[in-house]
């Protein structure tokens, strides 16, 4: 039998997912700040080895972290102003309006009008008193090193603030492509807005650096997120546009991502993200990915990559359609970019996001890659003894989660799904129901999947209202936030026991020594 291509999860271990969004905090949203590092105690004295994300990047409209502006640069949403004050870069009277905001949840309007004018008012501090010193490291050598994307991404910034938003498809035609707008006047004109930008990424990267540090410190590994596709409207498309299927002429795309129609929608799922042209990138070496990979080994430890299949074949969609249903499957890359991949990133841990009804085809390439693929505990009751996410399905080389970022808390699912599964549940798992959460994470460490990732909702016996997303709902996404005595009230028994199931199902493995 052929070896598979990676073949790096070798242990067993647990994890939570929490996007840093989610942390507390007083100005609006989580941050890189000292809640983030208590939140990293608290998986290390509970017993767990990793801390699953979402992607980390600046997003826009819809503030899904699955829409970003770029697939390099950080959100500056995320940057702790708490730290900033501390060293001097801003007077706290400053931070009033963004005081004002909830703390249960994030106010993303609200936080776009009173965060950006915050930082804009600590980089002319900055700028502006040569006296003062950050503990992340040289400025101007963090430019230097990140140049390949940073430059362009400030600048796509710089131009989409000077068009009031707009989608850089609708710039004039001389900035609607990045070698073309390097010759604008603009350029210059908008200088000091373009610093702006890449000092907003020197401070996200020096806040996460201290994080990361932090979770290293503590025996945690961080899993990173990335979607297979970008967004149309980000700094990706538009500096390396060649390698997406654009027209030329008119800079939309020829077609775009979806789902073809089916139980759960029979018109399909028309999501927009322009296609890779997949030839491009093959007689290029790959290069944007594997540039675009090693960026998020950067940040992370080990990379969940979403919607794997689409590597195997996506579906495609002649932009235009009014829905899915027009679209075709067209053959993606397949096993020749993931040995490229291997060559260039030796000791690459990715992670594939298998979910949903896989052809042969699909099953055939995550096997060969040898990466973890994902099971999902809601998505197994209900049905018969074969569905592939109930536990005595599953394979060892996968990551299992009660649910994802996309699912209802497991207590919000039980509550709404109908007493056939309920019932199903019961009798699979031989308990009541009335704990279900806690039913779900014992299953999952149970389980002989090797990684087991539990959603910081489950942990806390949180319902329906600490939903994080509600895949094909426009509004009320992203926004769930848990306040400090949440986590507080987890020490003592719920983290004794969390570690008790560590020891009992052998998760207790630490990348320190590589062993339990």
């Known amino acids: 039998m052929q070896k598979p291509i990676f073949n790096w999860l070798d242990h067993r271990g647990a994890g939570v997912l929490l996007h840093p969004t989610s942390l507390p905090g007083d100005y609006g949203i989580g941050t890189l700040n000292d809640h983030c590092l208590e939140f990293i105690d608290f998986l290390s004295d509970a017993g767990f080895t990793y801390w699953q994300v979402c992607p980390l990047g600046p997003t826009g409209f819809g503030d899904s972290p699955y829409q970003s502006f770029s697939s390099f640069a950080g959100n500056p949403y995320l940057i702790s102003l708490k730290a900033i004050s501390e060293l001097g870069l801003l007077a706290p009277a400053i931070l009033e309006d963004l005081s004002a905001l909830p703390k249960s949840v994030v106010d993303y309007g609200g936080l776009f009008n009173a965060k950006w004018p915050v930082l804009d008012a600590v980089y002319h501090t900055y700028t502006n008193d040569s006296s003062i010193e950050l503990p992340y490291g040289d400025f101007e050598e963090f430019c230097d090193q990140e140049g390949s994307w940073l430059e362009p991404y400030a600048y796509f910034q710089a131009l989409k603030n000077h068009f009031n938003g707009a989608d850089w498809r609708q710039w004039p035609a001389k900035c609607r492509d990045y070698e073309n707008a390097l010759k604008s006047p603009l350029r210059k004109k908008l200088s000091n807005e373009f610093e702006a930008q890449k000092f907003f990424q020197y401070l996200f990267f020096g806040q996460w650096k201290l994080v990361r540090d932090h979770a290293a410190s503590r025996g945690i590994r961080i899993i990173g997120d990335i979607p297979i596709f970008v967004a149309l409207d980000s700094a990706d498309v538009w500096q390396n546009q060649r ?236 926004q769930w936030r848990y306040q400090p005595e949440q986590l507080r009230a987890l020490y003592g028994g719920t983290s004794d026991y969390l570690k008790s199931l560590a020891e009992l199902y052998y998760r207790e493995w630490k990348p320190e020594t590589g062993e339990s």
């Open 243 to 478: 390698f997406f299927q654009i027209d030329p002429k008119t800079s939309d795309p020829i077609a775009v991502a979806g789902c073809p129609p089916d139980y759960f929608s029979e018109d399909g799922q028309y999501w927009g993200n322009p296609l890779y042209d997949w030839k491009a990138h093959e007689n290029d070496g790959y290069s944007w990915w594997i540039d675009r990979l090693n960026a998020s080994f950067g940040m992370h430890d080990i990379v969940r990559i979403d919607h794997f299949r689409g590597f195997d074949s996506y579906w495609s969609i002649p932009y235009g359609s009014e829905t899915a249903r027009e679209g075709e499957w067209v053959d993606g890359p397949g096993i020749g970019f993931f040995k490229t991949v291997k060559k260039a990133i030796p000791d690459c841990r990715l992670i594939a996001e298998d979910l949903g009804e896989l052809t042969p085809g699909v099953r055939s390439l995550r096997e060969t890659t040898g990466l973890p693929g994902m099971s999902i505990l809601q998505f197994a009751f209900g049905g018969e003894g074969d569905n592939l996410y109930l536990p005595h399905n599953v394979h060892s080389n996968t990551v299992l989660y009660p649910g994802t970022h996309d699912n209802d808390t497991s207590i919000g699912w039980y509550r709404s799904t109908d007493e056939k599964t309920q019932d199903h549940v019961r009798r699979y798992l031989d308990v009541s129901g009335e704990n279900i959460g806690w039913d779900f994470i014992r299953a999952a460490y149970k389980s002989v999947a090797k990684l087991a990732i539990i959603p910081l909702q489950d942990i806390m016996s949180l319902d329906s209202e600490a939903r994080f997303n509600s895949p094909g709902q426009a509004m009320g996404n992203w």
